[in-house]
């Protein structure tokens, strides 16, 4: 099984032409979603007593295993974001950390000996208290966010140390290495520690380090985009899921991963909140990713 800890939100999410408010969201969700479609996950989160059973149901529903998943008394972690123009560019515009600023992350037994786990954006004490749970895994990955690498660099860097790899953004990779070339960043950022470094670009692509090979690749161009919130976590599911289900970590493997993460994500940015990702079929990524391969051959 493939463990995810991470948050669960309601999100309200404003683009140049719509705003979907108090919608499902979090981390942790768009995760599940991308990775139940390469095999088994479980989630590791906390939600309030406001949170809808219903909401549970329908990850159940894509065979979701929430027993990770904490009821407490209290509001959901709720998340607001604004996208400019150019939809590359978003702002946060509130932020309640509510039951999620207390939580503390317990991986029910089975979840210990998984094998795969996806530390999601989170403090990195939290994410180490996951990492003390974990009985000999085969691969951790995590992500991080600026807000953590500037206000608890040593306890990152720490982190760091004990995973396989990170899944970060550009400007996480520049910070965290204090570099502004991507590539030597990237590079750097594995020198601390995780041998694996995805950098996520947005639209423009991401770029893979592995036993010091870097791969490029661009984005699935997509025409239209209606909301990218939770592309790179979708890329992450994608990733990880399919990584999961191929049981090795050769640059191969992760080169593929790549691709699958890419199509996952470039489907969730045609709808809103998990709304895509709802009825995605493994068909409709497998038909998309033979598509994007053609398009990359030269
Ligand atoms: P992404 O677009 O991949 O960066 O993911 C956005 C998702 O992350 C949204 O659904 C938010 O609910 C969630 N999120 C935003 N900020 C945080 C945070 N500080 N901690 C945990 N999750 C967050």
Redo the contacts with the bound molecule.
Sequence with gaps: MLVCV??I???TVETPDHVAEEVL???A??FGFAASLFGPVGLVGVVGDDFPESHLDVLRSRGIDTAGVQRVPGRT?R?A?RYLDDMNV?E?TN?E?NV?GSFDPVLPEPYRTSGYCFL???SPAIQERVLDQLHEPKLVLADT?N?WISGARDEVLHLLRRVDGVII?DEEAMMLAGRTNLVAAARAVARLGPGIVVVKKGAHGSLLVAEGGVFPLPAFPLEEVKD????????AGAFMGYVARAGDRSVATLRKAVLYGTVVASFNCEAFSVDRLRTLTTAEVEERARQFADLLRT
């Excluded at 990218?228 to 890329?235: E, L, R, V």
């Design positions: 991470g948050s939100a309601f999100d969201g979090g981390s969700n768009f972690f998340w974001g978003r946060t932020l950390l999620f999601a954006n989170g966010m807000h953004n990218p919130t939770g592309a790179g976590d979708c890329f």
